[in-house]
């Protein structure tokens, strides 16, 4: 087995083991690899190995990815913050966006003929440059997603913040989705849990992980 094949079955292996122990089923959760700054030829290999989730952070470089891959079966998820400007190009790709965290953002996304799947991110810090609308902003956001047409809101997506353990974080994201849930009760998905977090995000309810360096190994030197 290849190194990355190692990796990717013991990460398994732990969410599917993080989801018992939480009493849930792993069929419920859906991993996306994470493969920013890899290669092309990661992609592939993981590709071949079943993934066919896999989750970019900057718009040129998930682009040029996807162009090469152009595999139907591949969804394309995108983390990353996202600059206005960019959205239109992103979503023609992109089968998941999940970095939705201000109107004007939703209304460049707005389209009368497709329609992609997003989540709303919530910045959990007192840091607005983090990416993420704030929990007091939530609502009017959600509103004005749902009243968008050509996007689909499954839920909420967030990042634990660095300097606090990420479990109670987590947690508060799983209260907030409570509120979007009574404007959207189909939007109760939940976009959280990376490499070293993910257990504590499944035991919170997490229904999609962004996992990244745990599979693919430490990143490329981002040059
Ligand atoms: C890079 C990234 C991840 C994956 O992080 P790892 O710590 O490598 O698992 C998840 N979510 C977002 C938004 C990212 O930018």
């Not at 998820?77 to 970095?99: D, E, P, T, W």
């Not at 660095?162 to 907030?176: I, Q």
Request: glycine share 8%; proline share 5%; aromatic share 4%.
């Amino acid at each position: 087995m290849s190194e990355l094949a190692e990796r990717l079955a013991a990460v398994r292996t732990g969410i599917s083991d993080a989801a018992t122990a939480a009493g849930r089923s792993p069929e419920e959760l859906t991993t996306i690899v994470v493969t920013k700054f890899h290669p092309a030829s990661l992609v592939r290999e993981l590709f071949e190995l079943g993934v066919r989730d896999v989750g970019e952070n900057r718009h040129q470089e998930a682009q040029a990815k996807a162009a090469e891959l152009a595999e139907p079966e591949l969804r394309w998820h995108f983390v990353g913050q996202l600059q206005s400007k960019k959205a239109r190009q992103v979503r023609a790709y992109a089968s998941v966006i999940h970095s939705i965290d201000r109107t004007a953002l939703v209304d460049v996304l707005r389209s009368e003929e497709t329609s992609v799947d997003c989540f709303v991110q919530l910045n959990l810090t007192d840091d607005p440059g983090r990416g993420g609308v704030a929990p007091a902003e939530l609502e009017p956001l959600v509103e004005h997603v749902l009243a968008t047409p050509g996007l689909r809101l499954l839920g909420l997506m967030a990042v634990a913040p660095l300097d606090e353990p990420a479990r109670p974080a987590f947690a508060r994201v799983r209260e907030l989705s409570e509120r979007v849930q009574r404007l959207a009760p189909e939007a109760g998905a939940l976009s959280m849990g990376m490499s070293h977090d993910y257990a504590d995000a499944i035991a919170e309810g997490a229904t999609h992980l962004r996992i990244g360096t745990a599979i693919t190994g430490n990143r490329p030197d981002r040059g």
